[in-house]
């Protein structure tokens, strides 16, 4: 579907049979959007509107001898169809900004709610007023937590700057920022979804810190309040380059000569992580990296596991991290090297 839209991204999104609620952030703005099948019944877009709520509602139904399309093409062809009618009100609403924005301003953007209502032949948005529904466009945790330990270094949204970045495709008044700008630091920020894993990786990684360990893993620069203070945004660590070259990259799974030394480093990390009482938890290929010198890194502290690598028995234990790199180094790295081989006919299934 060919469309003019200003870029966006989704922040939120909820369907039923009669209605859809759709949260969008565009230039540092949020907009939520309502739509009732109601409102068009006896009006042009009836059927139209009638035929939207069906295929979302039953997406995974064929409704004739083609293929269906597949879930996500439906929804992205309705959240388009949704947002369309929007578009002349965002732009007017919200100009464009080349300018950083604080991530403050990024959370907790200003809202205009809008209603999609038939008025003079056309679909229209039509501001409603009213309070907001959405909280932020970030997931957040109660800065009242207990469990973080006092020495770890807190900052204010208000002093983290999201740049816009000339040689991406990044947004930074929609997308969801990486690298964030604090001071003279230019960190690496992710966000909080769970607070028991946020409190797990915090802890692990001010651990590690605290005991001056030289190993390679990210380091742990600080963590993310909300202006008032009463929430938590995320976790501001060191910026690594290379933070997309994980050993899932086919290049690496290629380098059938540097898997030995890989598995010993990260070993080696390890050893050190368990003998300071600080487990690794989810060992799997997308968590190691693999720096420009070829050298491994272990990252995310935050926990869960995946049942390729670590049995639920034992997820989250130092036995369990050993379970994962003897999976990940003796199981699932040679046989995708295999796979890739040309004619050797291994099916990796």
């Known amino acids: 579907m060919a469309l003019n839209l200003p870029n966006h991204r989704i922040v939120e999104s909820e369907i039923d049979t009669d209605s859809v609620f759709l949260v969008i952030m565009s230039r540092a703005v949020l ?76 959370a907790f953007p200003p809202t205009h709610p809008l209603r ?19 909280e932020s466009t970030l997931s957040t945790i109660s800065a009242s937590i ?16 999201i740049y816009q970045n000339l040689d991406s495709e990044f947004d930074h008044t929609c997308d969801i920022p990486r690298r964030v700008k604090v001071a ?22 001010s651990r590690i810190s605290e005991l001056g360990l030289s190993i390679n893993v990210s380091k742990l620069y600080a963590i993310v309040l909300s202006e008032d203070e009463q929430l938590i945004l995320g976790i501001l660590m060191d910026w690594l380059p290379f933070g ?13 000569e540097s898997h030995v030394k890989w598995e010993r480093q990260i070993r080696d990390i390890v050893k050190v992580l368990h003998s300071n009482n600080i487990v690794w938890g989810d060992v799997h290929p997308g968590n190691i990296l693999i720096d420009y ?26 036995q369990g991290d050993l379970e994962g790199i003897h999976n990940v180094f003796c199981k699932w790295l040679p046989r995708w090297y295999l796979e890739l081989q040309p004619n050797t006919g291994f099916d990796a299934d």
Not at 295 to 304: L, T
């Open 31 to 106: 907009f939520e959007i309502t739509l009732r099948a109601s409102n068009f019944l006896g009006t042009p877009f009836e059927t139209e509107t009638k035929e939207w709520f069906y295929k979302v509602n039953a997406r995974e139904e064929a409704t004739d001898s083609e293929e269906a399309p597949d879930d996500s093409e439906v929804l992205d062809e309705f959240w388009d169809w949704l947002v369309l009618p929007c578009a002349e009100y965002i732009r007017r609403n919200a100009p464009v900004i080349h300018e950083p924005i604080s991530l403050q301003k990024f």
């Open 116 to 134: 999609l209502l038939p008025v003079d032949g056309i679909i229209t948005a039509v501001p409603t007023g009213g309070e907001r529904l959405s």
């Open 146 to 161: 207990a469990g973080l330990p006092p020495t770890v270094r807190k900052v204010s949204a208000a002093d983290v700057l």
């Open 184 to 205: 003279e630091h230019d960190p690496y920020f992710k966000t909080v979804i769970d607070a028991g894993d946020f409190i797990r990786e915090v802890s692990a990684l």
């Open 244 to 256: 997309s070259q994980t050993l899932e990259t086919e290049r690496f799974i290629q380098m059938k």
């Open 293 to 318: 010198e070829l050298n491994a890194w272990v990252v995310d502290f935050g926990g869960g596991y995946q049942e390729e690598f670590i049995n639920r028995e034992v997820a989250g234990t130092k």
